[in-house]
Nanobody, 116 residues
């Protein structure tokens, strides 16, 4: 299982970013996928989740209405569109696939910094 995030960077408050996660080594289209973030000194936080067929999504209250999770099963890609970014969104963002007894897999993370 390999998950590779990209798209992070430095953005001003109110700005936007799109994160991408390239997945390989497993049947991507069969699994729920998550975006999880960790800010300095804080616990990891589940930001967004999407079911295997994109039928259902869930978001942390802190990002509802600003972030959108999506996936393209034809190319094994997961996305997170982030709008109206705030300083509290500064964190390392991870792509995650929970596979039950087969394990819980993470990418290396991509840094998002929101600062003026």
């Amino acid at each position: 299982v390999q998950l590779v995030e990209s798209g992070g960077g430095l953005v001003q408050p109110g700005g936007s970013l799109r994160l991408s996660c390239a997945a390989s080594g497993f049947t991507f289209w069969n699994y729920v996928m998550n975006w999880v973030r960790q800010a300095p000194g804080k616990e990891r936080e589940l930001v967004a989740a999407i079911t295997a067929n994109s039928y259902s999504t869930n978001y942390a209250d802190s990002v509802k209405g600003r972030f959108t999770v999506s996936r393209d099963n034809s190319v094994n890609m997961l996305y997170l569109d982030m709008n109206n970014l705030q300083t509290d969104d500064t964190a390392v963002y991870y792509c995650n696939v929970p596979m039950g007894p087969r394990g819980n897999y993470w990418g290396q993370g991509t840094q998002v910094t929101v600062s003026s």
